[in-house]
């Protein structure tokens, strides 16, 4: 795992970009995995500036998110479709059908994961796959315990991701109580994994993210296997290591 220390939030989203861009640039269509949650935002922001500045076109990219909530259309304010508009697609040049995300609203829910999996393959997979960190180590919405080789599946959310969660909605009991999630098998399957991790809340997670041992009870300690990690971090986060 390749670490990048930084001062903070700002050098990190910069940072992440950095890496984005060079993707995009180097090849004539990549395959980008996203995220979403707090800490990806300033590097979407990031991302649509260089857009802005004419540095970067998404034309040719195709976007797979990782997650999404469970019986949340994609026109309510709190589903992650709404969010990678508002944070993101609706500002740069990214073709509408080129930018997938599991349809967290269908009647068959089990259909439409296995339908995710087949369409990241036909794609060719992820090229670079943005992850964030959940406290208790969960990527995507994997929560800990998740088999290392599931793919796109229906979860139920931990109470301490709900928690983790709920400031986005009116109450807890909004927060929805399954999600989808590509599977901790598929994102080993990206070609490149970028990790993002801010803040002294996450200080402990980044510390059994890098010294833990590899177990299914913390998911994000299987990247300590992949090939092509690379773990950017603020000081604050890095302060218990
Ligand atoms: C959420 C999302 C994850 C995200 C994580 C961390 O539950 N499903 O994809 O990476 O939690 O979120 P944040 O960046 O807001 O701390």
């Known amino acids: 795992m390749e670490m990048i220390s930084v001062k903070n939030y700002d050098e990190l989203s910069k940072k992440a970009c950095e890496l984005l861009v060079n993707q995009v640039k180097n090849s004539d269509s990549s395959v980008l995995g996203l995220a979403t949650g707090s800490t990806p935002e300033g590097l979407y922001q990031q991302l649509?500036?260089?857009?802005?500045?004419?540095?970067?076109?998404?034309?040719?990219?195709?976007?797979?998110?990782?997650?999404?909530?469970?019986?949340?259309?994609?026109?309510?304010?709190?589903?992650?479709?709404?969010?990678?508009?508002?944070?993101?697609?609706?500002?740069?040049?990214?073709?509408?059908?080129?930018?997938y995300l599991p349809p967290g609203d269908a009647v068959d829910l089990e259909k439409e994961c296995?339908?995710?999996?087949?369409?990241?393959?036909?794609?060719?997979?992820?090229?670079?796959?943005?992850?964030?960190?959940?406290?208790?180590?969960?990527?995507?919405?994997?929560?800990?315990?998740?088999?290392?080789?599931?793919?796109?599946?229906?979860?139920?959310?931990?109470?301490?991701?709900?928690?983790?969660?709920?400031?986005?909605?009116?109450?807890?009991?909004?927060?929805p109580k399954k999600a989808l999630t590509m599977g901790i098998g598929t994102i080993m399957e990206s070609r490149q994994v970028v990790l993002l991790v801010s803040g002294s809340k996450k200080a402990d997670a980044v510390k059994q993210l890098v010294h833990g041992k590899v177990t299914e009870d913390f998911p994000a300690s299987i990247l300590q296997k992949h090939q092509n990690v690379t773990l950017i971090t603020d000081e604050a986060a890095l302060s218990k290591l």
Not at 138 to 161: A, Y
């Open 48 to 99: 649509i500036n260089e857009y802005r500045n004419g540095h970067v076109s998404f034309g040719h990219v195709t976007t797979f998110n990782l997650d999404e909530y469970a019986g949340v259309a994609a026109d309510d304010p709190n589903s992650y479709r709404y969010y990678m508009n508002e944070k993101f697609f609706n500002h740069i040049d990214l073709p509408d059908e080129q930018a």
């Open 114 to 175: 296995h339908d995710y999996e087949t369409l990241i393959a036909d794609s060719g997979y992820v090229d670079l796959q943005v992850l964030g960190l959940g406290l208790n180590g969960h990527i995507g919405f994997n929560e800990p315990g998740t088999p290392f080789d599931s793919r796109t599946h229906v979860v139920e959310l931990d109470e301490s991701t709900r928690e983790a969660n709920a400031r986005f909605f009116p109450s807890i009991d909004d927060v």
